[in-house]
């Protein structure tokens, strides 16, 4: 990822980048689904085959130490971080990780219908409590998937409702991240608000660009709906924002990790990374999935009491 420095209004201290794949719906170019899934199965072969990882290259900045600690790596069960990390997410109660749904499963556009699959909890493991993809921190296993019941494709390649709850078997040991109202995400997700993505994906949209094995920042100034909707071709419903245009964006392996704000001196959910068209394109915003607009259904999911 190529970003520039920006200076902030002493609020953001954190951010990333995230997976994104170009595709034609409707005759329109239109910022899409990352195939996630194809990922996780081009990983699996490169390790039987004993290929040799490709080393990142790109330039963007090192998240801080302490930095989001709640931040964490989604990868392949068994397999070393480096190696089989292709997703992130965020620690939202002691036992469960919030992220993308395309980051657990695959979906199918055949005869105006999508087919979902999801992974099975044992092919995943969670990485948390560093920064660095091949030194401290924690694996947790997986034990459960919880899908949004009404995830769906509006057009190939676009998702609706794109959030997926992870629960593991052992307690995490972080702080969760609070999740925001609907009230203090209409005062957050203004137009040129900057806020702050996290993740350790790749710089590039090449098929076969190497992730970071450093958890890395950038700052994306959110875009209003209007202006994303004529990008995107009406695409972009409520239940999203857009942010980040050309300065710095997401890309592969960053898809379902955080978008965050600051309330009070302290970080706060906004978004998950969810679609949008290559990398860090000046004419393409990223698409977020707007968690204030879920918060109901996450904490009657996870059991936390509402706030």
Known sequence: ???????????????????????????????????????YKDKVERLRSSEVPRTF???????????LPQSVSIGIRGIPPQFGHFCG????????ILTAAHCIGTAQWTNGK???????????????????LFHGGRVTAVVRIVTHPERRLIVPGVPENDLALLQVAEPFTEPPLAIVTETQAATLLVPREKLGIV??????????????NTLLFAYVDVV?????????DGLVTDKMFCAGIGVADACQGDSGGPAISYIDD?????GITSWGAGCAQKQYPGVYVNVAKYRAWIEETIGAPRS
Do not use: E
Not at 57 to 67: F, L, Y
Not at 89 to 96: D, E, Q, S, Y
């Open 266 to 270: 302290r970080p706060v959910l906004v």
């Open 199 to 212: 993740g350790w994906g790749t710089a590039s949209f090449s098929a076969d660009a190497a992730i970071s």
């Open 114 to 132: 999508a087919t979902i699959a999801v992974l099975d909890p044992d092919q995943l493991q969670i990485l948390s409590g560093t920064k660095v």
């Open 1 to 39: 990822m190529r970003i520039r420095p920006l200076r902030l209004r002493g609020m953001i201290a954190a951010a990333a980048v995230a997976a994104c794949a170009t595709a034609h719906a409707d005759n329109t170019v239109v910022r899409s689904l990352p195939l996630v899934f194809q990922l």
């Open 57 to 67: 290259t790109g330039t963007a900045s090192v998240s801080p130490n302490g930095a």
């Open 224 to 232: 209003d709906r209007p202006t994303c909707n004529k990008i995107y």
């Open 89 to 96: 997410g965020t620690i939202v109660a002691p036992h469960w």
